[in-house]
């Protein structure tokens, strides 16, 4: 069974532009979720997604978003990029909250 | 609002060696943990997953227990390896609205030396 794949694996933007992110679930997973991993903060939770629908959202600022697909992938978008979304952005996929299974991440370096 | 904390930040051990890693959580009310190693640069790897009615799970050399009451966990690990250096994350999760959102540590660095 495939694991979890994210594409690209990694990105360098600029200040102001935006980005999209997207993250392949393990087959038959229809719970998507993204965390952001930084130096300082850890691993920190964006958003969850099920069946296309939301249905979690972290403490994080309205310029980051998200959607998912009826085949389960997901996209997550970051407009207005800053130097402080430098960070590996993690998806993970899940069958119903059991165990998550990450993907190898996707490293946004923003200049 | 959960909090989990993990000790130590680094472990340096001589190969050989069996270690414990500490995981502490504020909020009993969990779904489940799970312990993760992340090689650097690299994604995460499950290693062991307690279900909230579980005490404890084994895969090899790797041993997890939960104590939900006192919240805490521990990873046991046996006869460590060099190829057992990477850091180990622990994670909480706990259920609202049939979302599960993780919760981590900040992980241990583990450095085995050959």
């Known amino acids: 069974k495939a694991g979890v794949t994210q594409t690209p694996r990694y990105l360098i933007k600029t200040r102001g532009q935006q980005v999209t992110l997207s993250c392949s679930p393990i087959?038959?997973?229809?719970?998507v979720s993204w965390y952001q991993q930084t130096p300082g903060q850890g691993l920190q939770f964006l958003f969850e997604?099920?069946?296309?629908?939301?249905?979690n959202k972290g403490n994080f600022p309205g310029r980051f978003s998200g959607r998912q697909f009826s085949n389960s992938r997901s996209e997550m978008n970051v407009s207005t990029l800053e130097l402080g979304d430098s960070a590996l952005y993690l998806c993970?996929?899940?069958?119903?909250?059991?165990?998550?299974?990450f993907g190898p991440g996707t490293r946004l370096t923003v200049t | 609002k959960q909090e989990v904390t993990q000790i130590p930040a680094a472990l340096s051990v001589p190969e050989g060696e069996n270690l414990v890693l500490n995981c502490s959580f504020t909020?009993?009310?969990?779904?489940?943990l799970q312990w993760f190693r992340q090689d650097p640069g690299k994604g995460l790897t499950s290693l062991l997953l307690?279900?909230?009615?579980?005490r404890e799970q084994t895969s090899g050399r790797l041993n997890a227990s939960l104590d939900k009451s006192s919240g805490r966990s521990t990873l046991y690990i046996a006869a460590s390896q060099p190829g057992d250096s990477a850091t180990y994350l622990c994670?909480?999760?706990?259920?609202?609205?049939?979302?599960?959102?993780?919760?981590f540590g900040k992980g241990t660095k583990l450095s085995v030396i050959p």
């Open positions: 993970a996929s899940s069958h119903e909250g059991y165990e998550q299974y």
């Open positions: 909020d009993s009310a969990i779904y489940n």
């Open positions: 994670a909480v999760a706990y259920s609202g609205a049939g979302s599960y959102q993780l919760t």
């Open positions: 997604y099920f069946s296309e629908t939301q249905r």
């Open positions: 087959s038959g997973h229809r719970s």
């Open positions: 307690i279900q909230s009615s579980q």
